[in-house]
């Protein structure tokens, strides 16, 4: 054929992090059948949805199935419903986001790849270690991408202060508490981020997917920092505060008086959700509404605790292993030092081999991660005290 490619692909890695993961535990596993693997590698939720979400599942199906009930294409920002319970939630953490500002859709991945759709030549600015979607969405778009370094001096909470050239109308990506550290910013933080967005004429994307997680006197959305409104789009999610990795549904607030070049950023969004998507699909928004009510989140955080023990579990293991670790706290992630002087990748295989635990090297998640390591405390209580004991063997 003589069509054209898009050759900014040749720019990202060639192997996604966790397809490379699965290919070596696959070869392990074929190779040692039987020895019993422990995962702790994805952050993939491994509890079932809350009873009442699934009965909300199933009352919207049979609804499907009734003329008078049934429903077609739903609007591609979200049924109101959903929208106006989402800004409840937002009430309830002490912040006014109107229904109007928020973007229903499948996932906060999925928006924080497409969010790219809409933007300009801008240079983009995104901590290091990260979640790799930021960077491989840029970079399949052609952007220039400056990475600041989180390191354990910093608490992997990289502030402006490390960028060394002005700045004019950038792009921040922060995600808080972060994935893949557990780090978390603090208010004064944050507000450092939304200071500098405001005075150079950036806006920040925040990914708050790990809100639920979050117990301590830090913010659980951007919007609660002075400013925010005129600087900072917000991703979040259901997928690990209720459970829905299975089930997709997130949401995308962008306030109205977000504008460059003179337009408002929320009608270009509005704008490309609607050619390039078709909404999500009722039952689920259905279930998302009841995951938002006060029975559902009793139910969700109940299962958030679950996890929370299991991170405990790792973070009082590693302490007394005297291993230096971020996260476990406000996050279902641990992010510890590789022992030893290992690089992540080599840690990876002697975790393997030696205790048959899979997690992520660091390495995967940028230049700053090599020589760390992320376990996560989505697996079951017996598997993670479990795979303490094999760790409390090994180091």
Sequence with gaps: MKIKVNKHFEDIK???????????????QEENPDKKIIRMGIGDVTLPLPEAVVKAIKDAASEMGVKETFRGYPPEYGYDFLKEAIAEHYKEIGVDVPAASVYVSDGAKSDLGNI?????????????????????????????????????????????????????????????PNNPTGAVYSYEGLKAWVDYALKTGSMIIYDSAYEAFVEEEVPHTIYEIEG???CAIEICSFSKFAGFTGVRCGWTVIPEGL??????????WSRRQATKFNGV??????????ALSPEGKAACRANIAYYKKNASLLAVLLKSKD?????GVNSPYIWLQCPKGMSSWEFFDFLLKEAQIVGTPGEGFGKSGEGFFRLTAFGTYEATKEACERLDKLL
């Design 14 to 28: 060639e192997t996604y992090l966790f397809s490379e993961i699965a290919k070596r535990v696959k070869a392990y």
């Design 116 to 176: 790219v759709d809409i933007l300009g030549d801008n240079e983009i600015i995104i901590p290091d270690p990260v979640y790799p979607v930021y960077v491989d969405s840029n970079l399949m778009s052609g952007h220039k991408i400056t990475l600041i370094e989180g390191n354990i001096d910093n608490g992997f909470l990289p502030l402006p202060e490390q960028i060394d050239h002005a700045v004019e109308g950038a792009v921040i990506y922060l995600c808080s």
């Design 228 to 230: 925010a409104g005129e």
């Design 259 to 268: 504008e460059a070049e003179e337009v408002r950023i929320s009608k270009l």
């Design 281 to 290: 699909s009722y039952p689920v928004q259905r279930a998302a509404q009841k």
């Design 323 to 327: 291993i230096k670790f971020t996260g």
